[in-house]
């Protein structure tokens, strides 16, 4: 059973819409993150959060905006989503002994 | 930041096992190596960690070196399933960013 959920699985959606894509996880991790990954290549760091109301940007410059209000939830969203931005997004928290717990992955397309 | 590096790609025979290599002759004392693999695109799965002792579960088991500058992840009996990238990376407690590299992309083949 997953403890980090990712929402959709799958999305297509027209250019130019405002999308939020959701993570939630029940393990009570203080660490989250958003990686984006195109077919065949490298994760890559687009935001991060220590905690409640901390965010940072990552390693890979993104047009996308983060939010931590609660612990366990940590949306992402596109305020005008592009083709550009067609890529699978991967969310990830942090527990103290194993390292990364990973979400399935939300795979978008924007057409 | 520790980097790490691994052969691009192996092979391996199903039923054989898949010894895959890394490097990571920069890692400080309280740094732990990681390893993780990507099936297919899906998120990346924990496999198996160690700081300096070899580690072994149910999955695999984990050789590090007396040095600690390279360290080997072993699939005894490796299956099509176990086809995947696999990814060595060090970390330690305090460190913040998880940063990827290519991984090494094993085929298991019947």
């Known amino acids: 059973e997953a403890d980090i959920y990712q929402t959709p699985r799958y999305l297509v959606i027209g250019t130019g819409k405002k999308i939020t894509l959701e993570c939630s996880q029940t393990?009570?991790?203080?660490?989250m993150y958003w990686y984006q990954q195109d077919p065949g290549m490298e994760l890559h760091l687009i935001h991060y959060s220590y905690g409640v109301n901390s965010t940072e940007k990552g390693d890979l410059s993104s047009e996308s905006t983060v939010s931590r209000i609660r612990t366990e939830h940590f949306p992402l969203t596109l305020e005008s989503a592009r083709p550009s931005h067609t890529s699978q997004y991967l969310c990830a928290s942090r527990g103290t002994n194993y390292g990364y717990t990973f979400g399935s992955g939300t795979r978008l397309t924007v057409v | 930041d520790a980097k790490t590096t691994q052969p691009p790609s192996m092979d391996c025979a199903e039923g054989r096992a898949a010894n895959l290599p890394c490097n990571h002759s920069?890692?400080?004392?309280?740094?732990?190596v990681y390893w993780y693999r990507q099936i297919h695109s899906q998120g990346p799965q924990y496999i198996i960690h160690g700081l300096k002792n070899n580690e072994t579960n149910e999955m695999a088991s984990l050789i590090i070196t007396e040095d600690r500058k390279s360290s080997t992840l072993i699939l005894p009996h490796a299956t099509l399933r176990d086809t995947a990238v696999y990814y060595c990376i060090v970390l330690n407690t305090g460190f913040q960013k998880l940063v990827f590299g290519t991984g090494t992309r094993l085929l298991v083949s019947p």
């Open positions: 920069t890692i400080s004392g309280n740094e732990y």
């Open positions: 393990m009570g991790h203080d660490k």
